[in-house]
C-alpha cells in the first residue's frame, strides 16, 4: 500500500482552551488534489494550520510522507516538504514581487523538480512584468498569485491552500484553477480548502467534508457529489 502524503489520525487540536479539531481522521493520496468542504469555522483551517504546526495539539498524530512531524515547528514541517498558502496572503508588502520569491526560496528535497523564478513566471505570466514592483501595491488576486509563486519557491512535494478563491476576479480565479491543475500534472500533492463550489468540483479529484472539528466523509470527488445529504449540505450553490 502507498504512504499517503498526508496522515492525520484521531487529531485533537485547540485555540487557547477552546477545541477545535476532535479526533479528525484524513488521508491525502500522494498526487491527489484534496479539497476540504464544510461551512465556516467547521475546521478547514484549523486542520490546515495543525499540519504546519500554527496551533496547539492534543492527542492524535500528524504523519508526512509517513514521517511524524508531531510538535515540530512551522519552518521544519516546511523543509520536510510542505508548503502553505493562508487565507490573508501575507505579502512581505515593502518587498518587490522578486524579492518576495527570493525570501521565499529553499533548497528542494530529495526528487522533487527545483522551481526557479523563471518557472513561477511560466506559471503566473501576469507576475512577469511586475518584477520590479511592490508587493503591498498589486491587486488582491496579483498577492494571490505571488503567495502561491513564493511558496512554490520552496520547493515543496505538498501544497496547502486555503481558500485560494476567496475575493477573486473571475479571470484570476481561472488562473488559479489552472495552476492547481498544473500542479497536480506534475504529480504535487495539493491539500484546499473551498467555498466555491464550481471551482472546488473543477480542480479536486478527492474531498473530505467536515464538521464540528470532524470528517464526516471521505472519498473521490464524484462519490462525494454524488451523495445527497452532502450535495445539499455543501455543494449547492
Known sequence: MTTPALRLVGLDAYYGLAQALFGLDLEVPKGSVTVLLGRNGAGKSTTMKAIMGLVKLGRGSIEVDGRAVNGWPSYRVNHAGVGYVPEERRVFAGLSVEENL??????????VARWTHERVFDLFPALAGLRERLAGQLSGG?????????TLMGNP?????????????????????????????????????????????????????????????????????????VRDAYLTP
Request: no cysteine; aromatic share 4%; charged share 20%.
Open 102 to 111: 527570493i525570501v521565499g526560496t529553499h533548497y528542494p528535497v530529495a526528487s
Open 142 to 150: 496579483e498577492q494571490q498569485m505571488l503567495t502561491i509563486a513564493r
Open 157 to 229: 512535494g505538498i501544497i496547502l491552500l486555503d481558500e485560494p478563491s476567496e475575493g477573486l476576479a473571475p479571470v484570476i480565479l481561472q488562473q488559479i484553477a489552472a495552476t492547481v491543475k498544473t500542479l497536480s500534472a506534475e504529480g504535487m500533492t495539493v491539500l484546499l480548502s473551498e467555498q466555491n463550489v464550481r471551482f472546488a468540483t473543477y480542480v479536486a479529484d478527492r474531498a473530505a467534508v467536515i464538521e464540528r472539528g470532524k470528517v464526516l466523509a471521505a472519498g473521490p470527488m464524484d462519490e462525494i457529489a454524488s451523495n445527497a445529504r
